[in-house]
Nanobody
């Protein structure tokens, strides 16, 4: 059984930074493509970005790419989402996900395992 546990969320002022972590256990971390999603109140869950087994990264938008950085540490079985220059519209529950597809997909259905989510709140 694969388990994903997110941490690092919290309350931050606009312009601030947070680093989310997602620790993966139960299977070989290197065999998974990892994705980050978020869901704001009243909205659908949306893709933020993902990282392939080889380290290739895909971001959802240019705005995310300019402010967020995804990385993975194979020694710690952990994937990170570094978020800088946060905006109030980044407020959401952030989820990490693991999948066995060939590359980081934007659709949540291609991911097999999910974390419980961590709340990120950005105040104006």
């Amino acid at each position: 059984q694969v388990q994903l546990v997110e941490s690092g969320g919290g309350l931050v002022q606009a312009g601030g930074s947070l680093r989310l972590s997602c620790a993966v256990s139960g299977r070989t971390f290197s065999s998974y493509v990892m994705g980050w999603f978020r869901q704001a109140p009243g909205k659908e869950r949306e893709f933020v970005g993902g990282i392939n087994r080889s380290g290739g990264i895909r971001y959802a938008t240019d705005s995310v790419k300019a402010r967020f950085t995804i990385s993975r540490d194979y020694a710690k079985n952990t994937v990170y989402l570094q978020m800088n220059s946060l905006k109030p519209e980044d407020t959401a529950v952030y989820y990490c996900a693991a999948g066995t597809q060939s590359a980081a997909g934007t659709q949540s259905v291609v991911y097999d395992y999910w974390g419980q989510g961590t709340q990120v709140t950005v105040s104006s």
